[in-house]
């Protein structure tokens, strides 16, 4: 497994995939979907998928795979290893949404919630199968939100197709279970081999499971929440937890917006205008004042663009 295409830029998401088998062209397959840290607030979301020909079905199963969830990591690695070696017939490819992602989407004024962003992620992966050439005729899928809504837009979607949405399909379909496995490798591997963009000096690596309530991920979090800027983009900065530590840790700042002079409410709220920062040097004269305004505005608005 490569990751090194995310690796080279862990700010944007990113698609790995094996090589198709040739009998996937040919045959009728089946195909497995399931995703791995979907609940932590560090690192990447990683959607993967799975595929075999039905008639490699049985031989899939003698793999012993399983729901990642129920493996040690040792185990995981091993299981990955042997669908590696499987590749003459199995196939799989992952779609690695990076933290910065699932956050700006999260938090963009029109709202795309985890829900909606983890179906479009396994739609665009059972579509990559089907450009790819794979004779899909069978997909199972571990649902996120109603099952029968999601069998339902998934039939929709892919007609000519069975389609099987389950809660904890990754215990019930082999198929399921080995995407599940290999997100899972992919998302430990990028979460231990994680390169900091952002200058942090020799950065704590000790930040346990990544959940929320894991009192490791907790002291991280304290440890590099920057009063100013926030996280770094390992953060998942739209979960709960960060929010709530930015509000009660992190310097309050009053953007400007449409609604309200950014000036007139800050003074009113008894903060500090963004403005203010950008103040023209004293003794400046009326022209001055204006150019130095007008710059202003244009920094600030390349500033909210990004």
Not at 55 to 62: A, G, I, N, R, V
Not at 106 to 122: E, F, G, I, V, W
Not at 132 to 144: A, C, N, P, R, W
Not at 199 to 227: E, F, I, Q, R
Request: glycine fraction near 6%; charged fraction near 25%.
């Amino acid at each position: 497994m490569d990751l090194g295409p995310f690796e080279a830029d862990n700010s944007v998401s990113c698609r790995l995939s094996s090589q198709i088998p040739d009998i996937c062209r040919t045959e009728d397959c089946c195909l497995g979907v399931d995703e791995a840290g979907r609940g932590p607030v560090l690192g990447p979301m990683v959607y993967g998928i799975c595929f075999c020909p039905v008639s490699k079905k049985q031989e899939l199963k003698d793999l012993k795979v399983a729901d990642s969830k129920t493996l040690s990591e040792e185990e995981r690695e091993n299981l990955f290893q042997n669908l590696d070696e499987a590749k003459s017939y199995v196939g799989w490819a992952l779609h690695v949404l990076a933290p910065n992602t699932i956050s700006t989407s999260m938090l963009q004024r029109m709202k795309y919630n985890l829900n909606a962003l983890s179906h479009d992620t396994a739609i665009s992966l059972i579509q990559y199968a089907l450009d790819s050439g794979v004779q899909l005729k069978e997909i199972f899928v571990d649902t996120v939100g109603p099952a029968e809504k999601y069998e339902e837009k998934l039939s929709q979607r892919f007609p000519g197709i069975e389609v099987t949405v389950r809660p904890k399909a990754d215990s019930l379909f082999p198929v399921v279970s080995a995407a599940s496995i290999c997100a899972k490798v992919a998302r430990d591997r990028v979460v231990k081999g994680w390169k900091f963009a952002e200058d942090l000096g020799d950065v704590d690596a000790d930040y346990g499971s990544g959940y929320p309530n894991d009192p490791k991920t907790k002291a991280w979090l304290l440890k590099y929440l920057d009063p100013v800027f926030g996280y770094p983009q390992f953060v998942r900065f739209s979960w709960s937890t960060t929010q709530t530590l930015l509000d009660n840790k992190a310097v309050t700042v009053h953007w400007d917006d449409d609604e309200e002079d950014g000036e007139k409410a800050a003074k009113r709220m008894n903060n500090k205008s963004m403005l203010s920062f950008f103040s023209a040097p004293a003794g400046s004269n009326d022209q001055s004042r204006q150019t130095h305004r007008f710059f202003t505005d244009r920094r600030l608005k390349g500033l909210s663009s990004l």
